[in-house]
């Protein structure tokens, strides 16, 4: 029976953001469906309640999740949760699961709640540690191209969005840094092919 993969977008995009991973993902074998949810409008109990209803419509086999930023975040968040919601594996691309430096600076600034609407405390706080049921793996960039580290509070090194220590959580499975910016995280053949060998074998490619 063929395993699904249901892709996660980031903040302020739409599902249409994931294609190229998708269809990487489908090359591999995977069947992939994409979970689109407002951003600002919707919080995670909105989400969560969705993707549920998203993996139950699907039908049977195993369901892995794959998730980019906010995307990644949220399916953490949203497994840790709801521990019965999968039975495979979780992917993150520059998910800062630690919290967003970047979101808390936008915040503090005029109109910056407005803009993160209800995904604000989702990513000003992030995880402690990951104790989900599943094997975890994150993937960051290390490409320094994008203006959210313009914001203030992101070290290097970063993604442009994401510091690379954001994305380090106690107790997940893997962790790999690759040379990619932070939206360019999904559109990496190198990122598809670290998350084809995880959502496989609960490890990342060797190179």
């Known amino acids: 029976m063929t395993e699904r993969v249901i892709l996660l977008h980031g903040l302020w995009l739409r599902g249409g953001a994931m294609a190229y991973l998708a269809r990487r993902l489908e090359a591999a074998g995977f069947d992939t469906q994409t979970f689109d949810y407002s951003t600002v ?24 999740l794959v998730g980019h930023s906010l995307g990644g975040l949220l399916a953490a968040m ?19 699961l630690r919290g967003s430096a970047a979101a808390r600076s936008l915040k503090g600034i005029p109109g910056g709640s407005t803009l993160l609407g209800r995904s604000a405390e989702v ?52 962790h790999r840094v690759i040379a990619a910016a932070h939206t360019g995280l999904v559109y990496s053949d190198q990122a598809a092919r670290h ?10 490619a060797s190179a």
């Open 123 to 174: 990513l000003e706080h992030g995880l402690d540690r990951w104790d989900g049921p599943c094997e975890l793996g994150v993937i960051a960039g290390r490409l320094p191209l994008g203006m959210g580290f313009l914001l203030g509070g992101v070290t290097a090194p970063h993604d442009g969005t994401v510091s690379v220590e954001e994305t380090r959580l106690p107790g997940i499975a893997d």
């Open 41 to 64: 409008r919707d919080g995670i109990d909105v989400a969560s309640e969705g993707l549920r209803e998203r993996i139950g419509a699907s039908g049977n086999g195993k369901v892995h």
């Open 195 to 204: 998350a084809i060998a995880f959502i496989r074998d609960g490890r990342f």
């Open 78 to 96: 949203i497994v840790q949760r709801n521990p019965d919601l999968i039975d495979g594996r979780i992917v993150c691309l520059g998910a800062p």
